[in-house]
């Protein structure tokens, strides 16, 4: 019975750790973990709850994750961005006007003021709303932010 304790915390942990980070690896784990203790609470050996704890967590991780993040949209790797690269598609008011290549205005961004230019380089007055393209250095690369209702209807 000790066994079938360790193997349902070591999922309980595996889940909790699952749900900070959203990347659908510590699930698999977990109901690896999950499947370990049912085999603990049928009495079979702990080696045999530890090859089931592998079979099922790493099967699900090989076998099943990839569909499930292609089904999600998603990539596999991490799902956050972090630092300025976490900007890439925010929208923004430009709060100074950008006057050229080599002279960014600036945008506010979670309460923060970040240089800014675009692309080709072209002038855009402040008060213009702006969308993070890419990142140089410290310098957001925005372009024009266009409202839905000015875009050309698609046929």
Not at 49 to 66: L, Q, S, Y
């Amino acid at each position: 019975m000790g066994l079938f304790w360790f193997w349902l915390i070591i999922a309980g942990i595996l889940v909790i750790t699952e749900v900070v980070t959203l990347a659908f690896f510590a699930a698999f784990l977990a109901l690896g973990a999950a499947g370990a203790a049912i085999a603990a609470l049928l009495g079979l050996p702990a080696l045999v709850d530890a090859v089931v704890f592998a079979a099922v967590g790493v099967g699900g991780i090989v076998v099943a994750r990839p569909p499930l993040m292609r089904a999600l949209g998603r990539r596999p790797g991490p799902l956050l961005r972090s630092g300025a690269e976490g900007m890439i598609g925010e929208r923004a008011i430009l709060q100074e006007p950008i006057l050229g290549p080599d002279r960014p205005g600036h945008v506010k961004i979670a309460g923060e003021l970040w240089p800014a230019l675009t692309a080709t380089g072209a002038a855009v007055p402040a008060g213009t709303p702006v969308v993070v393209r890419a990142l140089r250095s410290a310098t957001l690369i925005v372009e024009v932010d266009d409202p839905p209702s000015a875009q050309a209807p698609t046929a």
